[in-house]
Structure formats: C-alpha cells, structure tokens
C-alpha cells in the first residue's frame, strides 16, 4: 500500500470518492475534506445500508491507510476494544522466574507489565506508528455498545491516547483518520458528537448515482 496524499479541495475529494464507485453528495464530500484537512474524527449518522461504513474503506482505499475496524456490540469493553494483558504468558513468565530463583519483584512485575505482554486491541492498534501514514480507525455502530464505552471513546477520541495504569501512557505520533458510525438505535451524546465533524448520510438519489455514471 502507498500512501497517497489526502485531497486538496472539496472537488478532490468528491472525485476521489466518485473514482472508487462510491456515491457521494457535495455536502458529505464537503465534511469529509474537512475532516481530513482539521484531523478531526467523522462522525456518520443515517439508516442502514446509506453507505456509512463503505465511506471508511473507500477512504482507507483510495490514501494507502491501513483499515482498524472496531465493530461495536452490547457489552463492548476495554478488553475487547483497547488492550488486554496476556495473563496466563504472564503467569508462565511468572513460574519460570520462580524456577530460576529470580526473586527480585520489582523487576518481575516490570517484565510482566511490558509491551511483551500487552495484546492490542483496535482502539491501541490504531494509535501505533505506521510508516504509511496514520490508519484509517472505523469505530462502526457505536449506538450498539453501552453508554459507559461511549465515555471512555470521548477520551480516547480528545487526545488520541490511551493510559494504562500498569504501563504508562501510549500516545498517537499522528493522530488516525477517525469515522464514528451509527444507526441511531439510541441518541449518541453530544459530548461526543462535539468532538466530531457530524453528518447526517442519505440514500443516494438517482440525480447523485446518474452524476458518478456519467462522470466516469
Ligand atoms: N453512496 C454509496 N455509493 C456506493 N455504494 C454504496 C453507497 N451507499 C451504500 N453503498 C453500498 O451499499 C452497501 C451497504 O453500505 P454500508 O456502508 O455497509 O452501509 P451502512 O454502513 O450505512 O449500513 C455496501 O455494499 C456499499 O458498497
Ligand atoms: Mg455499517
């Protein structure tokens, strides 16, 4: 994958979209360029089927991003969504340094709370460095995961860094290209929704689907 550029203009970046088979109102194209140009999260709202999700790897697509999709769930947590502690590799690590009779804690609890350790999930995958430029961070369906997440997710999303108490804090280089999805099953907070460059998606009507054809 080579990165590519992200657009210069509202033109550009409905050309881009358009050039991917994806049909795109000005109005979405508009808040897209912005979203690249500001460095500030997407969020999507609109029924089923609109296009929410295909905007996400269109745009991974077309700049040469790595794609880091969370798909959120009733129940969605920290583990699942941030990172997790490897716990039974610790406790062999644990066992083994019993074995040799290794009995300095201190650095026993520092191997085990190390990077070694650490399993990432997307929300950490996609504040990791990439050589390839920032990934695209997809956090789908976030009226599906619990209010509690939700909070956690306005951390996250305000300094594109995450802490974790046994390891220090990890923090974005570049922060990533943020799309925030929902269907509205529930109202997402406005805390949230701040933070974000919001858009209301439509179905494509068939002026914009005759526009892309014949442009093509
Ligand atoms: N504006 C659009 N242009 C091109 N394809 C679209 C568009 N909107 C939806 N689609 C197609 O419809 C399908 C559903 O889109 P998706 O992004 O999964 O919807 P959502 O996430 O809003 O539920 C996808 O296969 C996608 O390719
Ligand atoms: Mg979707």
């Given at each position: 994958m080579t990165a590519a550029a992200p657009p210069a203009s509202v033109d550009a970046t409905l050309e881009l979209l358009t050039s991917r088979g994806y049909l795109a109102e000005r109005s979405l194209a508009t808040v897209v360029f912005l979203a690249l140009r500001m460095g500030r999260p997407l969020f999507l709202e609109g029924e089923?089927?609109?296009g929410k999700t295909e905007i996400a790897k269109v745009l991974s697509a077309a700049l040469g991003r790595r794609l880091i999709r969370l798909q959120c769930y009733e129940g969605l947590d920290v583990a699942s969504a941030v990172y997790e502690w490897n716990s039974s590799a610790q406790m062999i690590a644990i066992r083994l340094a019993e074995a040799a009779g290794d009995t300095d804690r201190d650095q026993l609890s520092s191997d085990i709370f190390s990077e070694r350790f650490l399993i990432k999930r997307p929300l950490l995958q996609a504040l990791e460095p990439d050589t390839a430029g920032a990934p695209v961070l997809l956090i789908d369906e976030?009226?599906?995961?619990?209010e509690a997440f939700e909070a956690y997710l306005l951390e996250v999303l305000s300094d594109f860094q995450v802490t974790i108490p046994e390891f220090g804090t990890i923090k974005a280089p570049a922060p990533p290209i943020v799309i925030v999805t929902s269907n509205r099953t529930r109202e997402i907070h406005d805390a949230l929704k701040r933070r974000c460059l919001y858009h209301w998606v439509d179905y494509p009507n068939a002026q914009r689907a005759l526009a892309t054809v014949t442009s093509r």
């Open positions: 089923a089927g609109v976030l009226d599906r995961a619990d």
